[in-house]
């Protein structure tokens, strides 16, 4: 078991009936309340680690700097933090100054022009 593995001791209050209905669940299973309590905290933190809300959350906290890199590592876990990291680098870069390119036809000849002051008169 690594350090970060070692039990800790937490303490918090809960509802007494939620109490009560985890005694009862552990009772039928024959398991432990902690057991059964760190089953669900892993369970939720699993489950709310891959939604996509939650992943986009940590991102923009962690693209405004609001989260530090070894937090969203913990969030998201090693390697979606490695991938936002270098998306972020990517992000704080300044852009190329570069112009267009005047000897290639992107489009291949099948350029259109649209009037967008029609646009502009609604």
């Known amino acids: ?18 109490v009560d209905r985890l005694d009862a669940i552990a009772d039928l299973f024959d398991k432990d309340r902690t057991d059964l309590l760190v089953e669900a905290i892993r369970e ?12 986009e ?10 989260l530090e890199f070894e937090t969203v590592k913990q969030l998201v876990g090693a ?3 490695q991938r936002l990291r ?6 704080d870069d300044e852009p190329l100054d570069l112009a267009a390119p005047e000897d290639v ?3 291949d000849g099948d350029a259109t022009a649209v ?7 609604r």
């Open 1 to 18: 078991m690594s350090s970060s593995d070692e039990p800790r001791r937490v303490h918090f209050q809960s509802p007494e009936y939620l």
């Open 44 to 55: 939720y933190i699993e489950e709310t680690a891959d939604s996509e809300t939650f992943q």
């Open 115 to 121: 009037d967008t002051a029609a646009d502009d008169e």
């Open 79 to 81: 390697e979606t933090a």
């Open 105 to 107: 036809d992107v489009y």
């Open 57 to 66: 959350l940590v991102a923009t906290k962690y693209y405004d700097d609001q």
């Open 86 to 91: 270098l998306l972020k680098a990517d992000l």
